[in-house]
């Protein structure tokens, strides 16, 4: 897909690799429109960025917010679901309110999203999902269970909506990647992380190239792992 004048929403977009994809974007010549619940980093990542780039104020896990961003855009190209939360420990030590939190952002979040733009999607003469997951969506880890749970839903959601779609005009892809230089832990109070991880301008180069293969060829499932690092947590 050629990206330019293409339009593109990614949630989360207001940090991370969702900020990094924003940019990445924005400098092949797509308008971006990213969602955040957070409107202080939303600002700042659309002055950031400055040029094709509108920021939207919503909460993916609410559907009233997403069926108003859907009002609000016009014709859409390409769905990037990166918004997510992370959690952590032994089930018995999660709350119920950080459990339904996580499951309804992670993975609900998802699926309404994709729910809400797919209409328009499929009214593109070329268009892409793609679902960032995790390496937790493929392989369990302890402490994982509850973000485990929701990322394996995704990867689920993302295999069968590619069987669904599979004779539309929309490709559907999910990107598994491992550790990543970002404040999602530390917003959840964790301490794993490290600038050491995989930077996420670098991943996103790749996510780009995914999108941009012809409409002949789909990169459907991709594994990203960060090597070993000092801080492999």
Do not use: C
Not at 147 to 153: L, T
């Amino acid at each position: 897909m050629n990206l330019k004048n293409k339009t593109v929403v990614i949630t989360g977009g207001s940090e991370g690799l969702g900020f990094s994809l924003a940019k990445k974007f924005s400098s092949l010549g797509a308008n971006i429109h990213i969602i955040s619940r957070n409107k202080n980093k939303l600002d700042k990542a659309v002055e950031s960025i400055g040029l094709n780039i509108i920021g939207h104020m919503a909460d993916v896990s609410n559907t009233s917010d997403i069926e108003r961003i859907t009002s609000e855009i016009g014709e859409v190209d390409v769905l990037i679901n990166n918004a997510g939360v992370w959690i952590e420990g032994l089930i018995t030590d999660n709350s119920v309110e950080e459990i339904s939190t996580a499951i309804d952002i992670n993975l609900k979040g998802v699926i309404y999203t994709t729910k809400a733009f797919l209409s328009k999607l499929l009214e593109a003469n070329e268009a892409h999902v793609l679902n960032i997951i995790s390496t937790s969506g493929f392989k369990g880890r302890a402490n994982q269970s509850v973000y485990a749970a929701a990322k394996f839903g995704v990867s689920g959601f993302t295999q069968a909506l590619e069987e669904d779609l599979i004779d539309t005009n929309v490709k559907v892809s999910g990107f598994y990647p491992g550790g990543m230089n970002t404040t999602l832990f530390q917003k959840a109070g964790s301490s794993k992380g490290g600038s050491d991880w995989m930077d996420t301008d670098k991943v996103a180069e790749l996510i780009a190239f995914m999108i941009e293969q012809d409409a002949t060829m789909v990169i459907d499932h991709v594994v990203l792992n960060k090597r070993k690092t000092k801080t492999s947590n």
